[in-house]
């Protein structure tokens, strides 16, 4: 709430701290947030408190953004729904009978009830996507190099879990997305693959000169077949 009433006497002055002045954001507890418990849904850390922020939290609060808290994930992230012995299970905002997916679901879903308008969360499987999709909510899991991955309490360097796991946003449009992932973008101590690109302007991106690449099964985990006739004619 201070941070707040800061960044109101800031902007009633005209003084903005950046593209994200005064935007509540909740983060992933597997990211590195200052001052504030990151257990990655693991009893073993639950008493873990960083003493510094991740790169990624770091830029979006130089961008002016306040963190509110951090949401739930399975155990290290590892599954595709979320529920852990630190602070239990977390349901989706539509239906409490059934999951918001993982590892990213707590996140997805206080974005879908409305309760953050932006979170940062990390994919390496779908963590991202996966829930994204059982909440209704957008995101994007980036390039590996365009974000760095650092002091992530699962993938904390930058071997082959950094190579796995990228950070990314997730909100409710996707021009939040837009708007955030250039914020993250570029390299940070300690990722040598984390490169410098540019985002390019999506406003300036032709849908209709885009090439996409998909395919229907990855040989793994097969979709419905409605979803599988409606990516194959969806034009």
Same mark, same amino acid.
């Given at each position: 709430? &201070?941070?707040?009433?800061?960044?109101? /006497? @800031?902007?009633?002055? $005209?003084?903005?701290?950046?593209?994200?002045?005064?935007?509540p954001?909740?983060?992933?507890d597997v990211w590195w947030l200052a001052g504030v418990p990151t257990t990655g849904g693991t009893l073993g850390r639950k008493d873990f408190?960083?003493? &510094?922020?991740?790169?990624?939290?770091? /830029? @979006?609060?130089?961008? $002016?953004?306040?963190?509110?808290g951090k949401t739930n994930l399975p155990e290290y992230g590892c599954a595709f729904e979320t529920d852990n012995l630190v602070y239990g299970r977390t349901n989706n905002p539509y239906d409490t009978t059934r999951t918001?997916?993982?590892?990213?679901?707590?996140?997805?879903s206080i974005i879908a009830a409305g309760g953050s308008p932006l979170g940062l969360d990390g994919d390496g499987?779908?963590?991202?996507?996966w829930p994204a999709h059982c909440c209704g909510v957008a995101t994007i899991k980036p390039t590996w190099g365009l974000v760095p991955s650092v002091t992530h309490l699962v993938a904390g360097g930058a071997g082959p879990g950094g190579q796995w796991v990228q950070g990314g946003p997730i909100a409710r449009y996707v021009e939040d997305l837009a708007l955030v992932l250039p914020l993250l973008a570029g390299p940070a101590p300690g990722d040598p693959?984390?490169?410098?690109?540019k985002v390019r302007d999506t406003g300036k991106v032709s849908l209709e000169q885009l090439k996409v690449a998909f395919f229907k099964d990855n040989g793994f985990v097969s979709p419905t077949t409605e979803i599988q006739d409606y990516v194959a004619h969806k034009k």
């Open positions: 709430m &201070e941070q707040a009433d800061k960044a109101d /006497r @800031l902007l009633a002055s $005209g003084n903005l701290l950046g593209p994200l002045h005064g935007v954001v909740t983060v992933k408190v960083p003493t &510094e922020d991740n790169p990624l939290v770091a /830029r @979006l609060k130089r961008a $002016g953004a306040i963190p509110i918001p997916g993982g590892s990213s679901g707590g996140e997805a499987a779908g963590s991202l996507r693959y984390a490169i410098e690109a």
